[in-house]
Structures are given as structure tokens and as C-alpha cells.
């Protein structure tokens, strides 16, 4: 299977910059998403397709993609931006092909 | 705004079959979209199960495969999930979710079921 990699945690102070990583093998060839789950929720759509933000979705949301590396950048981090996030891709390198999820990396607001 | 309702029970024994019901509302059958099941067991990250498509056709995780099937009734905008041989590991929070196609995003969830595999 095509294997994500995420950083377990990641902590900024509010209104610092957080970047959270998602590695894998010519991810950069690869559409990313990520979602954001906040404790007991479900999980929300931040970014797709890379860099693509859907409504409603705050523009200090940012995400890019190149080599073997993903990135989801949050400007002027917020208390309620702490949760855990989620990359994801579609793995069509494979037979069948299938979705595979990073990890998760919980985002701690200092 | 498609809007999906997880159901079913929240309690299932060894060695038994989880059955759970996603009950999609506002639009998805005949949109040519795709409806996932992705799981969570508690304290522990996304895994997906599997989709199926508006053809009926579906794609399996393989670590999975020999186990589950998902099915949909559209007369009835229903999409049933079972998981067969259950053990403690399959204790989780069910998600169905939508994408408009196989390598979309995820953009509706629904709320989550939590089914707990015991006896």
C-alpha cells in the first residue's frame, strides 16, 4: 500500500504559523486532501486537491504539493484550529486502486 | 447539500456480522457520486473500508476485502455496509462520506456510529 507519513503532533503559539507534512513517494504527482477532526466530530474537508480550499473554509488554510512531500499551511493560528489533521490520496498506482489516509497529526495551540 | 445518517446497532458480538445503513438524503444515487465507509477505531486514525458507485460497482481496502461488502438500494437511497467475522479490532466509529468520484475528496460526512465489538 502507498503509506503516508505525518508528524504525531505539531504545537504553535496563536498567530504563528503551523505547517503540517504529509510524506510519501512522488506525493507531488498525487492530488492531496486533508481534513481537519475536531474531538468528536467528524471529519471536515480543509483542502483538496492540493491547494483548493472549499466554502467556508478560512483563507489562513493554504496547502501544496511537490516531490515527496505534501503540505498543509495554517496562517495565524487560532484555539479553534487545534484538532487533529488528515492527509489523504488516492492510490491509482495499485490494483484496484484505493484511498489511503496519513496518520494524523494533532495540532496543539499553545 | 447531500446529508448522510449512519445507523445500526452499536453492539455486535464476536464472530459476528456489523451491519450498519447510511441513509443519504438531497442528492448522491443518481449524481453519479461515489459513497465511502471509512473507520476510526477510538484514539486511532482514518482508515477506509470502501466505495461504491452510482453504477453499483465497488472498490475494496484490501486489508479488508475477504470481509466486507457494501451494497445500495436506491429505491430506498440506502447504502449498507458489512463487515463479517468481527472481532475486538473492528471496534470503531463508522463514517459513510460522498466524493462526486473515485479519487475525489471526501466533502460531506456523516456524523459517525460508534459500533464496539464485545460479549
Known amino acids: ?110 | 447539500q447531500v446529508q448522510l445518517q449512519e445507523s445500526g446497532p452499536g453492539l455486535v458480538k464476536p464472530s459476528g456480522t456489523l451491519s450498519l445503513t447510511c441513509t443519504v438524503s438531497g442528492g448522491f444515487i443518481s449524481d453519479k457520486n461515489c459513497l465511502s465507509w471509512v473507520r476510526q477505531p477510538p484514539g486511532k486514525g482514518l482508515e477506509w473500508i470502501g466505495e461504491i458507485y452510482d453504477s453499483g460497482s465497488t472498490i475494496y481496502n484490501p486489508s479488508l476485502k475477504s470481509r466486507v461488502s457494501i451494497s445500495v438500494d436506491k429505491s430506498k437511497s440506502l447504502v449498507s455496509l458489512n463487515v463479517t467475522s468481527v472481532t475486538a479490532a473492528d471496534t470503531a466509529v463508522f463514517y459513510c462520506a460522498t466524493g462526486v468520484s473515485a479519487a475525489a475528496p471526501l466533502g460531506n460526512w456523516g456524523q459517525g456510529t460508534l459500533v464496539t465489538v464485545s460479549s
Not at chain 1, 472549499?54 to 495554517?74: K, Q, V
Request: hydrophobic share 30%; proline share 8%; net charge negative.
Open chain 1, 1 to 110: 500500500s502507498y503509506v503516508l507519513t505525518q508528524p504525531p503532533s505539531v504545537s504553535v503559539a496563536p498567530g504563528e504559523t503551523a505547517r503540517i507534512t504529509c510524506g510519501a513517494t512522488y506525493i507531488g504527482s498525487k492530488s492531496v486532501h486533508w481534513y481537519q477532526q475536531r474531538p468528536g466530530q467528524a471529519p471536515l474537508l480543509v483542502i483538496f486537491y492540493d491547494g483548493d480550499r472549499p466554502s467556508g473554509i478560512p483563507e489562513r488554510f493554504s496547502g501544496s504539493s511537490s516531490g515527496n512531500t505534501a503540505t498543509l499551511t495554517i496562517s495565524r493560528v487560532e484555539a479553534g484550529d487545534e484538532a487533529d489533521y488528515y492527509c489523504q490520496v488516492w492510490d491509482n498506482s495499485r490494483v484496484p486502486p484505493g484511498m489511503e489516509f496519513g496518520g494524523g497529526t494533532k495540532l496543539t495551540v499553545l
